[in-house]
Antibody, heavy 121, light 108 residues
Framework: QVQLQESGPGLVKPSQTLSLTCTVS??????????WSWIRQPAGKGLEWIGR???????NYNPSLKSRVTISVDTSKNQFSLKLSSVTAADTAVYYC?????????????WGQGTMVTVSS | DIQMTQSPSSLSASVGDRVTITCRAS??????LNWYQQKPGKAPKLLIY???SLQSGVPSRFSGSGSGTDFTLTISSLQPEDFATYYC??????????FGQGTKLEIK
């Protein structure tokens, strides 16, 4: 059974870069049937789609974050990563990684448990 | 960007009730509409994909319908474990997926 697990610092200083990794277990990240996404959720608020990557390396980003976001994949480690630069308090949120199914109309069918990231000095 | 609007934002209901949540897209998204359930402190869980297809393992009391711009999620008989927040999400746009603002389903 495929599982996803986020990891990374829980505290990031303003203006620095937030870096998170999602490790995929129980299956290969290289499967062409899927893409790999990041989503975030500020406390008490809704879900915000950050972006996605295919194992070909092709990416799509939320236009509101595009200038600050980079998503990459490391197939040798079965991981994909998120970097968000120049963070502010507004980037404080729970960050989720998720698998998207290309077959099932792009639905996000498996999610990590989420990791809380706080931006504060 | 395609905007997704859910209604209502919150809803009170009792165990055994039939409940319907609506999601409207700002433009046609065909059947590229997915529904998720989120409980406090947990990751969202996929319930319905492609507007009306039930995800494996999801109880049959959940159903989805619609196409184009108007969609509904129906819970035929509410169970205690169904009290949660529900989100719709469009996966039509090639470049950007968006979620609705969520509907919080509470116990009456």
């Amino acid at each position: 059974q495929v599982q996803l697990q986020e990891s990374g610092p829980g505290l990031v200083k303003p203006s620095q870069t937030l870096s998170l990794t999602c490790t995929v277990s129980g299956g290969s990240i290289s499967s062409g049937s899927y893409y790999w996404s990041w989503i975030r959720q500020p406390a008490g608020k809704g879900l915000e789609w950050i972006g996605r990557i295919y194992t070909s390396g092709s990416t799509n980003y939320n236009p509101s974050l595009k200038s600050r976001v980079t998503i990459s994949v490391d197939t040798s480690k079965n991981q994909f990563s998120l970097k968000l630069s120049s963070v502010t308090a507004a980037d404080t949120a729970v960050y989720y990684c998720a698998r998207g199914s290309r077959r099932d109309y792009g639905a996000l069918d498996i999610w990590g448990q989420g990791t809380m990231v706080t931006v504060s000095s | 960007d395609i905007q997704m609007t859910q209604s209502p934002s919150s809803l009170s209901a009792s165990v055994g009730d039939r409940v319907t949540i609506t999601c409207r897209a700002s433009q046609s998204i065909s059947s590229y509409l997915n529904w998720y359930q989120q409980k406090p402190g947990k990751a969202p869980k996929l319930l319905i994909y492609a507007a009306s297809s039930l995800q494996s393992g999801v109880p049959s009391r959940f159903s989805g319908s619609g196409s184009g711009t108007d969609f509904t999620l129906t819970i035929s008989s509410l169970q205690p474990e169904d009290f949660a927040t529900y989100y719709c999400q469009q996966s039509y746009s090639t470049f950007m997926y968006t979620f609705g603002q969520g509907t919080k389903l509470e116990i009456k």
